[in-house]
Structure formats: structure tokens, C-alpha cells
């Protein structure tokens, strides 16, 4: 509870009937948000030391026609509640294979890898997703490589063997991994040897202030140290200025994503990105 004095109590009840109402109200737009076509896809670049476009991460966004945007930060937490994170979580995937699609025909770039995709761990847990993924590449019939599985640390320390089973079966097909938010969560090096991985996503709180963080240094280091004897790569998310990118790329860390390249951009601009082969 943040708020404080006289007033504290009344600030935080209200705060909470806000939050309340809020809750059920994206609960309840929710349900009708894929009908609607109310959901849209933005893709924010991944960039080399060079500033080359490597590959874009697909960010959902939700126009509500009731409550206008809504932040992914407060509407995908319930759809995990309230069982929809799988149906919004294969349009997410569909829409990408689509979009993917579509730029494989116009023609990639050399260095570009592909487009990342979040993956809730409850759209991970259900026993239908390795298929779903294999109909959706079969469907769509884009190089299985271009897709790029953001996952969690936390899943990764549940239930290792149906975990790993299931990723390699995607593996074969040619689909890679990333750990998203990589050094928030609890996974050690033991973990991450049972899992087919390609790499890890260094998350924003360690980029921040990096420049002036010693800890944070040292953190980037051994992430960076670990992955090289691994085999992975390491991407650097929320890079927002030149020191930041300067102090990882001297850290041994070339794979950026943040404001300092690009916000999140739409598909009609992330395409012109990839005609124009645009650097950052
Ligand atoms: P995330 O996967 O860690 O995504 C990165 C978030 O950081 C995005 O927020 C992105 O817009 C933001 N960001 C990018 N560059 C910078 C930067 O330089 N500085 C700062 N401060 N932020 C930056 P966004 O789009 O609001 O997404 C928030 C979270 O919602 C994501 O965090 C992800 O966990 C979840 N999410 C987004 N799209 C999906 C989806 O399709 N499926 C699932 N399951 N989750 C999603
Ligand atoms: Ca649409
Ligand atoms: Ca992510
Ligand atoms: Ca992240």
C-alpha cells in the first residue's frame, strides 16, 4: 500500500473498488475480444552490434471497442485465470505464421532469423500444443525456423520431463527456444541442460542502468560466460540508450532489442523495415 496519512485508508479502498471494476470489466471484454477482431499484433526488432534487423518480437496489443487499449500487463494475467490465454494465445501464433508467411514471399533478409512469440505456460501446458504449433507451420507452410518459442524460466523448473518432451518434439520440426526475462526466475545450469534452448533473453532490470551498476555487470557477464560454453545466444531486452548498448556489446553480449532501436512497430512498418533493410 503505497499511500500514506490521514487519507491513506480511503486512497487504498478506492484504489482496490478501481481495480475491482477494472477486472471485470476486461474479464468480461475479454470474451468477445477475438469475435471482434479486437486483437493486433505490433513487432519490435531485434538487432545485431550492427544495428541489422535479426529477427522482431510479436507483442500483442488488445483495442477494446469498450475500453479502449488495454496493456498486455493487465489483461494477460486473466485470461490465464479464466482459461483464455489458449484461444488468444493461438491467434497469436496463427497471426504470425501468417504474417510470416507473407514476408517468407516477399523475400527475407539474409541475417533475419525470424519473429518470437510469448507463450503463456498454461497455453504450454495443455496437450494439444505441440500440435497445434506443427498445424499451424503445416497450414501456413513457413520454414518451421523462423519461429522462435518465448518460454519462461518458472517452466522450465515444473514438470522437466513433459517439459523437455514437448520441446523436443518442436525442436525436431526445426521451431527454437528462447527463455524470456532470463535471470528473473529460478532456473540454474542443470535446468537448462535438459532443454533443447537457443537462447536466453537477458531481462530489462539487468540492461537498466548497466552503465553505472557494477552488479548488473557482472550479472550480464556471467549470463553471457554461461550461454557461450552452452551454445546459446543472448539477446539484451529494454536496451533505451547508447551506453547501455556500448557497455553489453563490451560485455561480449551483440543481440539487442529496446527503444534505442525501435519501439514495437505495426506490420505495415515492420515490413518496411524488412524491404528497405533498414538498420537501427
Ligand atoms: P515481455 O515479453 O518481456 O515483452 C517486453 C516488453 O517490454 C513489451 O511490453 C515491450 O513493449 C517492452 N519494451 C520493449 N523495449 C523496451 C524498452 O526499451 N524499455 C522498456 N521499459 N520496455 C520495453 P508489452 O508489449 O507491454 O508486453 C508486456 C508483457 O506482456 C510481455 O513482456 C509479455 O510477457 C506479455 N505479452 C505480450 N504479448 C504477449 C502474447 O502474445 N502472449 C503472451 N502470453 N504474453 C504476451
Ligand atoms: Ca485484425
Ligand atoms: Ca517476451
Ligand atoms: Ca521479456
Given at each position: ?197 537457443n537462447q536466453l533473453k537477458v531481462d530489462q532490470s539487468f540492461v537498466r542502468d548497466l552503465s553505472n551498476d ?16 552452452m551454445n546459446l545466444s543472448v539477446l539484451a531486452e529494454g536496451v533505451e540508450n547508447a551506453p547501455e548498448k ?35
Amino acid at each position: 500500500v503505497k499511500a500514506t496519512g490521514r487519507n491513506g485508508f480511503h486512497f487504498y479502498r478506492q484504489e482496490m473498488q478501481q481495480q475491482v471494476t477494472d477486472r471485470a470489466a476486461i474479464e468480461k471484454a475479454l470474451h468477445s475480444a477475438i469475435a471482434n477482431d479486437e486483437f493486433y499484433l505490433v513487432y519490435q526488432p531485434q538487432v545485431n552490434k550492427h544495428g541489422q534487423l535479426i529477427g522482431f518480437e510479436a507483442l500483442l496489443r488488445w483495442q477494446s471497442d469498450e475500453l479502449g487499449l488495454v496493456a498486455p500487463n493487465r489483461f494477460i494475467a486473466i485470461a490465464e485465470e479464466v482459461g483464455l490465454i489458449d484461444e488468444i494465445g493461438c491467434w497469436v501464433l496463427e497471426d504470425v505464421c501468417q504474417q510470416l508467411k507473407v514476408w517468407q514471399e516477399i523475400g527475407l533478409p539474409a541475417l533475419f532469423e525470424g519473429v518470437a512469440v510469448n507463450i503463456s505456460p498454461y497455453q504450454f501446458a495443455k496437450d494439444s500444443f505441440v500440435d497445434t504449433v506443427k498445424a499451424v507451420i503445416d497450414s501456413t507452410q513457413i520454414d518451421s525456423s523462423l519461429l522462435d518459442l518465448e518460454i519462461t524460466e518458472s517452466m522450465l523448473v515444473e514438470n522437466i520431463p513433459s517439459v523437455a518432451e514437448k520441446m523436443w518434439r518442436l525442436k525436431e520440426q526445426g521451431v527454437r527456444f528462447s527463455i524470456d526475462d532470463f535471470g528473473t526466475g529460478y532456473s540454474s545450469l542443470r535446468y537448462l541442460q535438459h532443454f533443447p534452448l537457443n537462447q536466453l533473453k537477458v531481462d530489462q532490470s539487468f540492461v537498466r542502468d548497466l552503465s553505472n551498476d557494477l552488479n548488473s555487470q557482472v550479472i550480464v557477464n556471467t549470463i553471457v560466460s554461461m550461454a557461450d560454453h552452452m551454445n546459446l545466444s543472448v539477446l539484451a531486452e529494454g536496451v533505451e540508450n547508447a551506453p547501455e548498448k556500448d557497455v553489453l556489446e563490451s560485455i561480449g553480449c551483440v543481440r539487442y532489442q529496446g527503444y534505442y532501436f525501435s519501439e514495437p512497430v505495426k506490420s505495415e512498418v515492420a515490413t518496411r523495415y524488412l524491404c528497405d533493410k533498414v538498420t537501427f
